[in-house]
């Protein structure tokens, strides 16, 4: 015997089975019946001579799809309201800074809006026959005059909630409300922006500035009391911020 010990093979890396194995096996089922439904060859991503079970049928559940549309009365839509200015509204109402005919108008004029623009495209007369619609159906009911939609148009332009766009049309002051999604949102926001003078206080136009009273401490506003004059104490009454 010579002391030199016999050739041997050198060694070679042993794969070491994968414990996630059984799963890769049935992840490659659900890969060649779902190739197989939609008409395409999936690739085999499991060794075939492993010996485990075939799928034989996939079910798919689907959850709430939290995107789906909500569910509102009426064919005409709905829009998006801050929250604080609903509340808001209501407030001045029972305050008497603002009137029912104003409230009304603005509500019609807001529900009018054509979607993704914040337009409004009514003439007064057109509001006036509008908000006229139901109450020309019931007998002796009372409904609301031209010169009173005239004078709700004006207050609301002063209080920052309407703005008048010409040719028998109204801009709503779309951070209040507004008929579309965020993207057109932004997009009338930057548009209004955009037409207004380079040096001018973006906070004191339109639709930044809103009144009436307790809302940014920003101004004096006399107050409508219905349709009749506005009290001296409260002409008189100044804030100081």
């Not at 005919?101 to 623009?117: D, E, I, K, N, R």
Request: glycine share 8%; hydrophobic share 35%; net charge neutral.
């Amino acid at each position: 015997m010579t002391s030199d010990s016999p050739s041997r093979q050198p060694r070679r890396p042993r794969a070491l089975p994968s414990p996630a194995a059984p799963q890769g096996a049935v992840f490659n089922d659900l890969l060649s019946l779902l190739g197989e439904q939609l008409g395409q060859q999936a690739q085999a991503a499991a060794d075939p001579r492993g010996g485990h079970r075939k799928v034989k049928s996939v079910t798919v559940e689907y959850g709430e799809d939290a995107r789906s549309a909500h569910d509102f009365a009426g064919p005409s839509g709905y829009s998006l309201a801050s929250n604080w200015f609903t509340q808001l509204m209501a407030q001045l109402l029972v305050a008497k800074r603002v009137t029912v005919s104003q409230v009304c108008v603005f509500l019609y004029v807001a529900g009018g809006q054509t979607p993704g623009t914040g337009l409004a495209e009514y003439t007064q007369q057109e509001i006036t026959d509008g908000l006229n619609e139901l109450a020309a159906k019931i007998p002796d009911s009372k409904r609301i005059t031209r010169p009173t939609v005239n004078r709700a148009v004006r207050r609301l332009c002063d209080l920052r909630w309407l703005e008048q766009a010409g040719n028998g049309r109204l801009r709503l002051n779309v951070t209040l409300w507004f008929r579309g999604g965020s993207a057109a949102q932004h997009d009338v926001l930057a548009e209004i922006r955009a037409s207004q003078p380079e040096d001018a206080d973006p906070l004191t136009l339109f639709p930044n500035q809103i009144g009436p009273d307790l809302v940014h401490h920003q101004e004096e506003l006399d107050f409508d009391l219905g349709d009749g004059e506005v009290p001296m104490e409260a002409r008189r009454k100044r804030r100081t911020g």
